[in-house]
């Protein structure tokens, strides 16, 4: 059964030493809980593998704790280069080209000669890179398919019994994942929105990001990003204009959703229409909204500026057909 260990200086140097002897452990960023193992041990790689249940085609992000350790793995153009140097540490992962004497498992990156790297603000994250003195691949540390982990219970929830340790920092501040860039000749790509918003991406960039085309099989994509994700047991219905008997309401914002007073539950993503608010709390509701849901799930509309983006596309998936 997993241990959870409130962070403490004793917890973290406890819990690098479970990394380098190859074992994965749970840990907070400033996004998601990661599943956290030494990136260039094969077996520590595949033990996340495992404990996820996640195919092992889909590749991981390599966590790292300062530009230069990044600088030791992957090439950074100059586009990549100006965004880590605005961005870093914080929500943004960068696909790059690995370096040829790169040390990461070829099991992390699933066989491609791209790694996805991220230099994570949150402080327990950094002091554990640091402490186990490798660089840390975590995808999110829930099972595969389920919603990403925001609290140290949650991950309890998914993983007690697959994971030896889980550090426990509370709530996650931003709540969604990490924003995906891939800059490829000179144009950045958005793989997948996330907890850094496009259009602050953009003001650095100096030019629209290009998005992926609906249907376009040869878009550059996070290949996680292809399967029916973050999927709730509920059904979930988007852009309501009024909730169902039996629903669970997801408001956001002031407004009345008419039908609420006989809802299975609600809970308003951000009371005051704060985007960042309403990202913080998407997941820790969603879960919430599926323990309670009769007949599924009923969310309001969001704008799809900003942190509207990634939480519109966390909603979509955990509405697709499965
Ligand atoms: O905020 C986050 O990014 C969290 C925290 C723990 O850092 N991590 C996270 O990891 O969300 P994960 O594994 O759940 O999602 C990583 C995504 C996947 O969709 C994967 O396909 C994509 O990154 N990815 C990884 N390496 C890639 C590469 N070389 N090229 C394109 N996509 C890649
Ligand atoms: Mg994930």
């Not at 609420?260 to 309403?278: H, I, K, M, Q």
């Not at 939480?311 to 955990?318: F, K, V």
Request: aromatic share 4%; hydrophobic share 50%.
């Amino acid at each position: 059964m997993a241990r959870i260990e409130p962070v403490s200086a004793a917890a973290i140097a406890h819990a690098a030493d479970v990394i380098r002897a190859g074992q994965v452990v749970a840990f907070p960023t400033e996004t998601v809980y990661g599943l956290g193992a030494d990136a260039t041990n094969g077996r520590a790689v595949a033990a996340i593998y495992e404990a996820k249940g996640r195919p092992s085609f889909n590749p991981l992000i390599a966590h790292v704790a300062s530009l230069a350790a990044a600088e030791a793995l992957v090439e950074f153009d100059p586009i990549s280069r100006r965004l880590a140097e605005a961005f870093w540490p914080g929500p943004l992962t960068l696909v790059l080209p690995m370096q040829p004497d790169c040390p990461i498992s070829s099991l992390a990156t699933a066989g491609l000669d791209t790694l996805a790297v991220r230099l994570p603000a949150h402080p327990v994250a950094r002091d554990l890179i640091v402490a186990a003195g490798v660089p840390i691949v975590a995808p999110s540390a829930n099972v595969s398919g389920h919603v990403s982990p925001t609290s140290a219970s949650h991950v309890f929830g998914d993983l007690a019994r697959r994971i030896p340790l889980i550090l426990d920092g509370g709530h996650t501040e931003v709540g969604v994942e990490s924003t995906i860039v891939q800059v490829r000749e000179g144009t950045a790509h958005l793989l997948r929105p996330g907890g850094l918003a496009s259009e602050e991406l953009e003001a650095v960039i100096g030019a629209p990001l290009q998005r992926a085309e609906a249907g376009d099989p040869t878009a550059p994509i996070a290949p996680g990003m292809l399967l029916s994700h973050y999927a709730p047991k509920a059904r979930v219905r988007l852009h309501a204009r009024a909730v169902d008997p039996g629903e669970v309401l997801l408001a956001f914002g002031p407004r009345h959703v008419p039908g609420d007073a006989d809802a299975a539950g609600v809970f308003n993503l951000s009371p005051t229409g704060d985007l960042r608010e309403a990202a913080a709390n998407l997941f820790r509701m969603l879960r919430e909204a599926d323990a309670l849901a009769i007949t599924g799930i009923a969310v309001a509309p969001i704008p799809p500026h900003d942190l509207g983006e990634a939480i519109l596309d966390r909603l979509e998936r955990a509405a697709a057909p499965r």
